[in-house]
């Protein structure tokens, strides 16, 4: 079964002169959670902004391989992208409120949506709309229909976005920080939610997130992404039990888990912060906040492998 | 480009303001010294004219190249001192207003819309009919009618800055109201209104030109360039330049200002984001 | 036991045409010195009014704060300013970006009108170092910081002065996980070494666990549970404490995504329901839940706003 999604080598240029995204490699197989999990800076969002094909003009981007399905992304024009975007291919983001049009009711944004891709009449593309709210718990979605945005509250937007995203039947679903605007209680079930479709429509899930909680529960496969980098890849349990690149190590260790805190030890913590990086960059981008870091990681980093299907980019040996 | 641009818009103020400055040393003859026997001398390029006079003499034998660096001074100090007096209102109400909201917005706002009410022309008539005109009545008339704007733009902003979380810290610091407004709101909303003094003060300009064309700004034997486009208009067919040469200046003028303060508007914007 | 905060019945209501928004609803505390009292709770309950409230920013709608047994509202600002100081959430908005830090950080020292100008700027330079800010980044804006630095730079201003109590509203929640770790261990270690008593509000369990001597749980502008951490962590009693605990995901693989059973109704300080605030959402809730409220019970020596606790 191939990927439905593969990339390899990503990279993309900013005119500013930053290399927000420097050779990064992944594939998501059909059906599966993939998660690509790092803190702010990274180049998360990017990544997902150049897989759909959203970058401003002033990126450059550049993949030796960008492919969806039977689509070379990478050849695409901006026209026969439009018409895979939102179609097999879609995206929500992380603050509903920005992504829905306040001018415009839910019904119409959500019908737009299979007008433009499916050739149906606005009234069966509501009563689609109106089916999938349901399937993501809204009741009364007649009505819901006929409301705007500002007249829902944060769950219920992000709920919107997702049944729209649903609309034409997407293959994968790209999904950037869907919950990080929301309270806890409301995360549980929006994810719950994205599991359940998942299963029931053999969804492809790339999430993006800097959560690692959200991370263990939800995702298949793990990526670790630093500084435009993906530093670790692995089946998400083996990432949590045999965490390999220092970066990972670090950020588990940053975690406080309620009800096993320890109150007499400061928590952890990296120091430093995350750098910008130029391009022309040679060597480990962590490696000023790494406590095993030696001269020579000054140097090109190889991939090394853990175990089947685990791998990561430093020079030293998973201890 | 933009910047090309906008540099070009400050050469063009600053010249006109050096000619302000210099006039005395730089003209070649007194502006209000007529002479009968000299009138209506075109320009030096055109066939007639004499290098005496490089842009002619009026309908007075008034030499006009004189008369123009004159002129520059009456346009710059109503540009300045109106911006100023306006300003000092507008920002004023409008940083109470913005600040405060509640009733004293809502005081600041029956002002500006009492303002908005107002015709210029028929303000600038009573004024002129109870007090005469003079230059400094031209400055305070429009320097007190003109600061709407200014009230409008520091009083949204105002707005925005107030619910940011650094005043709020301000103001559990114990800072007074006073400092709040002056220290931490302030140099936050400086950057539109440098834009808004731009605007207005090509406004101001433009509406003394007007006013002395009416008879309602400057008074005569003044060299205002409205005043003297009023005083040509008889002659327009004739002797264009008369009214050409102010005509053109006060475009130059009004032009760079508008370049200028474009260019502001654009640098501060890309210096912000 | 010296009482340094108390606060009773205090309430902060807003008026909107045809809406009155009752984002603070009834709470009282008492909190000692050197105390940290973490609040947790989620949008619309009114953790941030409260702190606002606390700091004297809004003054409150009914009910009294009181800080070392004076009211809040009989003292002058520098005096409260001596007092009580914030950190807030967003390391980009809570400092001045015209200004440079040492001026933010010397603007409570300049604000209390009788301190030296030297003296002001030692202590400045003292508290910087204190937090880990070079005399040379003092000279920098906010804008050449990063966002872990800035917090720092709001933790020097808000100790400045050295208040007796520091309301902490989300002040790692904008932050990176990494980052986060090193500003939760300063607060730690400045609270030991200067004797602090904090105001801890969080809507992330596992912080408030790690720093707080006592936990209220805050659901539409009233405190549904309060205990000791310990307490409440290991036996949560009201409902939306526990839907609240078993909604944190922790990183651990086999456990799926959990179903917490609260439904898809949200809390609107508007519209706030009758009987127990939260019967709607509570999948506990019995007939009477919609018409009793459980108002003020302590048992065991704990708060539990819950009929059937």
Not at chain 1, 301 to 308: C, F, L, T, Y
Not at chain 2, 246 to 267: C, T
Not at chain 3, 117 to 133: P, T
Not at chain 3, 166 to 177: G, M, R
Request: glycine share 8%; charged share 20%.
């Amino acid at each position: 079964m191939t990927p439905i999604l593969e990339a390899a080598n990503l990279r993309v240029t900013f005119g500013t002169g930053v290399a927000a995204v420097r050779g990064i490699s992944l594939g998501v197989a059909r059906g599966e959670t993939h998660c690509l999990v790092g803190e702010s800076g990274c180049g998360k969002s990017v990544t997902a902004l150049a897989i759909m094909g959203l970058l401003a003009r002033t990126a450059q981007r550049s993949s030796d391989v960008l492919r969806f399905d039977d689509y070379d992304l990478m050849r695409m024009s901006e026209r026969e992208m439009s018409r895979v975007r939102g179609d097999k291919l879609a995206m929500i983001f992380q603050e509903p409120m920005t992504s829905l049009n306040p001018a415009y009711t839910i019904g119409s944004q959500m019908a737009e949506v299979l007008e433009r891709h499916r050739r149906v009449s606005r009234a069966a593309a509501l009563d689609r709309a109106a089916e999938l709210l349901a399937r993501v718990g809204i009741t009364a979605p007649g009505m819901r229909l006929k409301q705007y945005p500002h007249q829902l509250s944060g769950g219920l937007r992000q709920r919107v976005m997702i049944s729209m995203a649903l609309m034409c039947e997407p293959e994968l679903l790209i999904a950037d920080e869907p919950t990080t605007a929301l309270d806890v209680t409301v995360q549980a079930q929006i994810l719950r939610l994205l599991q359940s479709l998942q299963r029931e429509l053999g969804l492809a899930l790339l999430l993006i997130t800097h959560d690692l909680g959200i991370v263990a529960r939800m995702a298949d496969r793990v990526s670790v992404m630093y500084a435009g980098e993906i530093v670790e890849s692995a089946p998400t349990a083996a990432l949590f039990s045999a965490p390999s690149h220092p970066y990972t190590r670090g950020l588990l260790r940053c975690i406080p888990v309620p009800g096993s805190v320890r109150r007499d030890e400061p928590l952890g913590s990296i120091p430093g912060v995350v750098p910008r990086i130029a391009p022309g960059f040679v060597g480990c981008a962590f490696r000023d906040r790494c406590d095993h870091a030696i001269p020579d990681c000054a140097r090109v980093v190889p991939r090394k492998s853990a175990a089947p299907g685990h791998d990561y980019l430093c020079r030293l040996d998973a201890a | 480009m933009r910047h090309v641009v906008t540099a070009f818009g400050g050469c063009i103020i600053l010249i006109v303001l050096l000619a302000a400055i210099f006039a005395p040393l730089v003209a070649p003859h007194d502006p209000f010294a007529q002479d009968l026997m000299q009138r209506m001398i075109p320009p030096e390029w055109m066939d007639g004219g004499s290098p005496a006079h490089p842009f002619g003499t009026d309908q007075l034998g008034r030499d006009y190249l004189s008369r123009l660096l004159f002129g520059a001074r009456i346009s710059m100090a109503i540009g300045i001192f109106t911006v100023i007096t306006s300003g000092f209102i507008g920002i004023t109400l409008g940083v109470l207003g913005g600040y405060f909201g509640g009733r004293v917005d809502d005081v600041v706002m029956f002002m500006i819309t009492c303002r908005l009410s107002i015709p210029l022309i028929l303000v600038a008539l009573t004024v002129v009919a109870l007090v005469g005109s003079s230059l400094t009545v031209v400055i305070l008339t429009l320097g007190l009618l003109l600061w709407e704007r200014f009230a409008v733009v520091s009083r949204t902003t105002t707005m925005q800055v107030r619910n940011l979380d650094y005043i709020a810290a301000a103001r559990a610091a114990g800072a007074s109201r006073l400092h709040i407004m002056l220290r931490e709101v302030l140099p936050n909303i400086v950057s539109p209104l440098i834009v808004v003094a731009t605007l207005e003060m090509a406004l101001a300009i433009l509406l003394e030109a007007a006013l002395s064309f009416l008879g309602l700004g400057v008074p005569p034997p003044l060299p205002s360039w409205g005043l003297m486009i009023a005083e040509g208009k008889d002659y327009m067919f004739f002797s264009p330049w008369v009214i050409m040469i102010p005509g053109i200046a006060l475009f130059v003028l009004v032009l760079g200002i508008n370049l200028l303060g474009d260019g502001l508007r654009d640098s501060l914007h890309a210096g912000r984001a | 036991m010296t009482c340094v905060v108390e606060l009773r019945d205090v309430r902060r209501e807003f008026r909107a045409p045809q809406r009155v928004v009752h984002a603070v609803d009834g709470v009282s505390f008492t909190l000692a010195e050197g105390d940290v009292l973490g609040i947790v709770g989620e949008s619309g309950c009114g953790k941030s009014t409260l702190a606002r409230v606390i700091l004297g920013l809004i003054p409150p709608t009914g009910g009294e704060v009181l800080v070392d047994g004076r009211s809040l509202a009989s003292m002058d600002r520098r005096e409260r300013a001596r007092l009580i100081q914030p950190v807030f959430q967003d390391p980009f908005s809570s400092l001045n970006p015209r200004h440079r830090v040492r001026d933010i950080v010397r603007l409570p020292l300049a604000a209390q009108g009788d301190i030296p100008a030297a003296k002001q700027r030692d202590r400045v330079m003292q508290m910087l170092e204190r937090v880990g800010i070079s005399a040379e980044m003092a000279e920098r804006r906010p804008a050449q910081l990063s966002g872990g630095q800035r917090q720092r730079v709001a933790i020097a201003r808000a100790l400045v002065l050295h208040p007796r109590i520091v309301v902490c509203d989300e002040p790692t929640s904008a932050l990176d996980v990494s980052v986060q770790a090193q500003i939760l261990n300063l607060l730690a270690e400045l609270r030991r070494d200067l004797g602090l008593t904090y105001l801890f509000i969080s809507h992330n369990l596992a912080v408030v666990e790690h720093i707080a001597t006592d936990v209220a749980v805050m659901y539409l502008g009233r405190f549904v549970e309060q205990a000791p951490v310990d307490a409440l962590f290991r036996d949560p009693r009201h409902p939306y404490t526990r839907a609240l605990l078993a909604s944190v995901l922790t990183p651990e693989p086999e456990l799926g995504i959990p179903d917490v059973g609260l439904g898809e109704s949200y809390p609107d300080p508007a519209n706030i329901p009758p009987g127990c605030r939260f019967h709607p959402r509570c999948p506990m809730a019995e007939e009477r839940c919609g018409r009793e409220a459980p108002d003020g019970i302590v048992r065991h020596g704990r708060l539990v706003e819950c009929l059937l606790a």
